[in-house]
């Protein structure tokens, strides 16, 4: 092996910036830092919360509603056609309805 050529290798710590976690890796940088982490993260810790700065769940669930109506009204119309007319009486329909 060449001397000189390769990167110092350091036991330096990672930092997390959100937190403040601190943790031991081997690496060739030194000072890293990240912006979040295991310990930080809402998918890890179960506190998962949707930003909505734009309304796009509003826009989301506003379409989504009118999607499920319109199937249910299309739904209503298929069951409508597939049911047969109930067929008249030959009296009623010779006699009137008095018969």
Same mark, same amino acid.
Request: hydrophobic residues 25%; charged residues 25%; aromatic residues 6%.
């Given at each position: 092996?060449?001397?000189?050529?390769?990167?110092?290798?350091?036991?330096?710590? =990672? =930092?997390?910036?959100?937190?403040?976690?601190?943790?031991?890796?081997?690496?060739?940088?030194?000072?890293?830092? =990240?912006?979040?982490? +295991?310990?930080?993260?809402?998918?890890?810790?179960?506190?998962?919360?949707? =930003?909505?700065?734009?309304?796009?769940?509003?826009?989301?669930?506003?379409?989504?509603?009118? +999607?499920?109506?319109?199937?249910?009204?299309?739904?209503?119309?298929?069951?409508?056609? +597939?049911?047969?007319?109930?067929?008249? +009486?030959?009296?009623?329909?010779?006699?009137?309805?008095?018969?």
């Amino acid at each position: 092996m060449k001397q000189g050529i390769h990167p110092k290798y350091n036991m330096d710590g =990672v =930092v997390c910036t959100t937190c403040g976690t601190h943790w031991q890796i081997g690496t060739t940088r030194t000072n890293l830092r =990240v912006e979040i982490c +295991s310990n930080c993260h809402p998918f890890y810790t179960g506190e998962q919360r949707i =930003v909505d700065t734009a309304g796009q769940v509003d826009r989301f669930m506003k379409r989504l509603s009118a +999607s499920q109506n319109r199937q249910a009204a299309m739904e209503k119309q298929r069951t409508a056609k +597939s049911q047969p007319e109930p067929k008249k +009486s030959l009296l009623k329909e010779l006699y009137g309805e008095d018969a």
